[in-house]
């Protein structure tokens, strides 16, 4: 069993990423998968969440427990949930709308620039796209041709052939992180800690 | 009663990854509702948007009603007039609706209401789950009725389940009840919805006799009486107050005594037809959990736990929740050592279990306020201690 949260603000599309992730895995990978999102005053432009359970038998329990693999598209979505991030789990970030801290544990990082690339597509309402498919590449939690699949009547079908390519944009860039070395890739960014508190004191105050 | 296959109109066959409350909606169009009148109410706004969305491809009427009072009394005028109703709701929303079901059960009309229950008392959790409205959804009414409730414990159930209500409720002419929740509400699972021919829709039992000899309240050899469309030219009255066969109000001992036997009667009697579990590894079970909706869903990892701790446990799992499955219990009963009884609530259908059971094996309950769903070792933790 897999359990994975994509975060942000709201708007940014992170539920629709759920979702995406979520029907690619249950329809087209012969998986297991159920969504839930954060809904309520709190979803409403402030840090905001949906969790995908994954599994090879029907899941039982629908909610994130430890997530393994944490994607975070905001500041306020970072600070919120990497506490509960698993040790040995996957972080994925905006480079440019997180500043992060040192890694914990054996967390393996990887970061894309998704809202700069989209906005270089033409609108940066493609992050969740670039995202995703960077996200398809690392994780490898899903299949490329099947979060293609999915895409139909969760984006609109006149943006179809641009959210694809958005999809595709991350997913190659996702691939070229990967024949670095991971674990380089974690080093480098654990040796840029932007932001104050230490992890401890972060993690006492959230959540 | 008329069973037929569903109007291939309303159904959206083929593989889909939906939420419960978008699975209500997709079942009650397969069913053949073609008026939905509601209010919207967090947990539950999906269903009534999902409806309103597709109801202009399948030809009906969706009504964003002043509140949820006028919601139940629009559900029965477009069922008097021959139309599959349904409406959704939520926590206060469905204690606004409680003088109108008794209405509805009165009347003897067919029509579906989900609640997608949330914590309560009052506004309690808007945007979290529960299953706090159980007794409610049996006894909220003033006076002795029966309804049907059940419970689904994931979007494909809320599907399937919702096809069923409408099957019942035109069966037996009575409200009858999705009894969900939040988590299930808004969770997004494969939902697959079979080809129209291969679901099968239950309409009600229509008179056809002479116009002037109709009696809308004169029960049938299977304790429900004929149905005519209003409008058709068949002349009947119908209130609200104590009725004969006619329909017309009597207000006397004698006639209550007819017309209120009738409304549990009509439920009772046929109670054995009604009522659907799911049962799973009776065989020499000591302990038996007894679960519906979300909570028998988590409470298969604290079975399975459970078991290979050496614990012989059964599951039985309502599918209706009323009728309640009491002869079951009463057996079981006197076969085990006891039950044990998880649900989102402080013990509403544990006492009906523990009632059941009649004092030969005691009903452990796990409670909880609502808020969030059972962790599984909260279950695992009394099946432990129940088989001490």
Known sequence: MREIRFSGYGGQGVIRCGLITGKALSLFDDKFATMNQSIGPEARGS?????????EDRVLYPYITRPEILVAMSQDAYEKYEPELREDGILIIDTDLVRMRPARGKIKVFGIPSTRFAEEMGNRIFANLVMLGFFTAVTKVVTPEAMKKALPGLVPSRFLDLNIR??????TYGLEQLSQTNIGVAEEKSKTPATKPTPAKARKGKK | MKKVKADPKGVLTGAHYLDGDFAIAEGGLAAGCRFFAGYPITPSTETAERFAERIPYVGGVFIQMEDEIASILALIGASWAGVKSMTVTSGPGFSLMMENIGLACMMEVPLVIANVQRGGPSTGLPTLTGQGDMMQVKWGSHGDYEIIALSPDSPQECFDLTIKAFNLSEMYRVPAFIMTDECVGHMHEKVVIPPAEEIE?????????????????????????????AGDGYRFHTTGLTHDER?????NAECQDWCVRHLVDKIRKNAHKIIEYKEDGMDGAEIVVVSY??????????????????????SLRLITVW???????????????????????????????????FGQAPAIGVPHCGGWVHNPDDILRAIKEAAK
């Not at chain 2, 002869?327 to 009906?352: C, D, M, S, Y």
């Open chain 1, 166 to 171: 958005a999809f595709e944009k991350g997913y």
């Open chain 2, 323 to 357: 009728p309640f499955p009491e002869e079951r219990i009463k057996e079981l009963a006197k076969k085990i050592k006891a039950f044990v009884v998880p649900e989102i609530n402080l013990g509403q259908i544990r006492r009906e279990v523990e009632r059941c059971a």
């Open chain 2, 293 to 314: 909706g979300i909570t028998s869903r988590v409470a298969v990892k604290a079975i399975q736990d459970a078991r290979k701790a050496g614990i012989k446990v059964g």
């Open chain 2, 247 to 251: 329909g017309y109000p009597v207000i």
């Open chain 2, 201 to 229: 829709v239950v309409n009600r039992k229509m008179y056809e006799g002479p116009k002037d000899k109709y009696l809308p309240y004169k029960p049938d050899k299977d304790h429900v009486p004929f149905m005519v469309k």
């Open chain 1, 47 to 55: 840090a905001c969440s949906s969790q995908v359970v994954v599994s």
